[in-house]
């Protein structure tokens, strides 16, 4: 028998058939113990107990419990670690699981009882301060997997436990948890490179924290009474008011956290993607490093979920998609996320292009333009502008009066983008006249750049200025002819009216056929202007409709010094928005992929931040 775990790795999910808990235990069993005789069904379960009650008989007990295999207590080693102490999830593979998933991590697809692979993967774990795994037992092959693992570690100073879950697939009955623990006890607990705690086998038990509660617990407690295993167990609901209690609580799933938090634990997790859906795939090195900041060194036990969770997308083991040549999520932990924003930048784009701007910048009197370009004397790399330069009348003197004096300091390095406050007047001459060749051809207004192994777009959004938006213009034919002359893997385009937006003037139909052509090529960000605030949308299609796996994500970065404006109804698929705040949008740009980081000006509101694929 070889039957996946219960997310997924084989498209099988065991469900809580409370009804029939005899063909649950037999699964149970055909998982662990294939080929062994199946032992008899719980009896009925008992209610469960809740501090402070009366003393009310466990569940599951009806069934005597064989004697455990006679032990003893196994003298003090180098294996016998002490709080504090780091821990990470493993996950064992082989050759037919990335298949399924899709994707690869750095060091090429790999199976878990190759020695040179666990050998080089203990070595990343140590060096980010990771003592010990917990190996997940999937299924029968764990044997085979934990064998492999431990031969490989003998020189390695690195040790081993075991994570079940045998408890979330099912309500296996005491009698069958002591079979359970006597296999791995029996298999491996003698081996030097098992991880323990006071001198026991470390184990950790994943449970439903929902449906779980205290008469669960009791059975665990039960069918360790030889003290055999270190006890480490998942919260549930009121797991804090039970009679019975492991040596250790931990939190697995600190998204959806179980109140209250153990006191002697804590999880950190790499929120990579959300399991089966490989289109969605984004994480961020700078979420990651916050989070490692927050909790610190360890303090009590610290459990990292997890080093190599492909499946479920909670991976700190470098991955091929984001182009990461080395352990950069493994390099924040092991600084316990001091320098975690200085580190990314250095990491992931030390050697990566970098475009930051934003629109509607420049009006005489006011100082937001100035607040701005003073991000900019910060921020190298290349400048874009999404349009309404000059906030007011595109005249010569404002040009040199308003937006000069404040953003023009760094015209050498801007790419400009027209808007309509831009071409209003003579029809633009005074804009053109002043960004001269960078501004594309004079009543036209679109040109292309490659920055990097990007190719950037800038389109002119006031069509009456630019010979028509529509299918049939000018601008059009350009447009297509330009994409498909430059089929870089990632492509950004830059114009001025969004298409989607919550501000009061609602979005421009007129820059549809835009999002068309760029959709049809695969590109990946719109840069937009106009409404004078900041916004974030998920990937879309031209329809407004979310599409994580060809989708473009659309941002409307007005923010740059012009009288900053509120909004209506928050549009669909709007993630973020940041209100009155003048800043900037820097968008590092990668081989593969993009960071990007709302920069607001000192004082005056929120941040954003995150990082995408290309398609």
Request: net charge negative; proline share 6%.
């Amino acid at each position: 028998m070889n039957c996946r775990n219960a997310e997924g790795r084989c498209g099988m999910k065991f469900q809580r058939l409370r009804m029939n808990k005899v063909w649950q235990t037999l699964l149970v069993v055909g998982l662990w113990l294939s080929g062994c005789a199946v032992p008899p069904p719980p009896a009925t379960p008992t209610a469960e107990v809740i501090e402070p009650t009366a003393t009310v008989t466990p569940a599951h007990t009806a069934t005597p419990l064989p004697s455990p295999t006679p032990t003893l207590m196994p003298t003090p080693a180098a294996n016998d670690l002490s709080l504090p102490l780091r821990v990470a999830l493993y996950y064992p593979m082989q050759k037919e699981d990335w298949t399924a998933i899709g994707m690869q991590p750095a060091r090429g697809t790999y199976d878990s009882r190759d020695a040179a692979v666990i050998e080089a993967q203990i070595g990343e774990m140590k060096q980010a301060g990771i003592q010990a795994a917990a190996m997940y037992w999937k299924d029968d092959s764990a044997k085979s997997f934990l064998a492999a693992i431990l031969q490989a570690s003998r020189q390695q100073d690195f040790y081993w436990g075991v994570l079940l879950d045998i408890e979330k697939q099912s309500d296996p009955s005491a009698a069958l948890i002591q079979q359970v623990l006597d296999d791995v006890y029996q298999s491996f607990a003698t081996h030097p490179n098992i991880w323990r705690l006071e001198r026991r086998f470390a184990l950790i038990v994943d449970v439903d924290e929902v449906d779980d509660g205290c008469g669960m617990i009791s059975r665990w407690v039960e069918a360790n009474r030889e003290q055999r295993f270190y006890l480490i167990m998942q919260v549930f609901n009121n797991y804090d008011r039970c009679s019975k209690q492991p040596d250790l609580w931990v939190d697995l799933y600190p998204q959806t956290p179980i109140e209250p938090a153990p006191s002697e634990s804590t999880t950190l997790q790499v929120e990579a993607w959300d399991g089966n859906q490989l289109s969605e795939l984004e994480r961020s090195l700078m979420d990651w490093g916050r989070q490692v900041q927050a909790a610190g060194a360890p303090r009590g036990l610290q459990i990292v979920r997890a080093y190599n969770d492909w499946v479920n997308g909670k991976h700190i083991e470098a991955a091929a998609i984001w182009g990461e040549t080395g352990g950069y999520y493994l390099e924040v932990l092991r600084r316990n996320g001091q320098g975690y924003a200085a580190l990314a930048e250095e990491l992931l784009f030390k050697n990566e292009a970098i475009l930051v701007g934003a629109g509607d910048i420049a009006i005489c009197g006011e100082e937001g333009s100035q607040y701005t370009a003073a991000l900019l004397d910060q921020i190298p790399g290349t400048v874009f502008t999404a349009g309404d330069n000059s906030n007011e009348a595109g005249t010569a003197a404002n040009y040199q009066m308003c937006f000069n004096p404040s953003w023009g300091r760094h015209k050498e390095r801007i790419y400009p983008a027209a808007g309509n406050h831009d071409l209003l007047t003579s029809q633009g001459a005074p804009y053109y006249a002043y960004f001269g060749e960078r501004a594309g051809e004079p009543g036209k207004g679109y040109y292309s750049f490659d920055l990097g192994e990007w190719h950037i777009i800038v389109l002119n959004s006031v069509c009456e200025y630019a010979g028509g938006c529509g299918e049939d213009s000018p601008q059009m034919e350009w447009l297509k002819k330009d994409l498909a002359e430059h089929p870089n893997l990632c492509t950004l385009a830059i114009w001025h009216y969004p298409l989607f937006t919550s501000g009061t003037r609602g979005g421009n139909e007129v820059v549809r056929p835009f999002w068309k052509a760029l959709y049809e090529a695969g590109a990946d960000v719109i840069i937009n202007g106009h409404d004078h605030h900041y916004e974030r949308f998920a990937p879309l299609n031209p329809n407004g409709q979310p599409d994580a796996e060809r989708g473009i994500r659309q941002f409307i970065v007005g923010t740059g010094g012009a009288g900053l404006r509120g909004i209506g109804e928050v549009a669909a698929h709007s993630e973020k928005r940041i209100l009155y705040t003048y800043g900037v949008l820097k968008v590092s740009l990668k081989g593969n992929g993009y960071y990007w980081e709302f920069v607001p000006v000192a004082g005056m509101g929120a941040s954003d931040s995150g990082s995408g694929v290309c398609h």
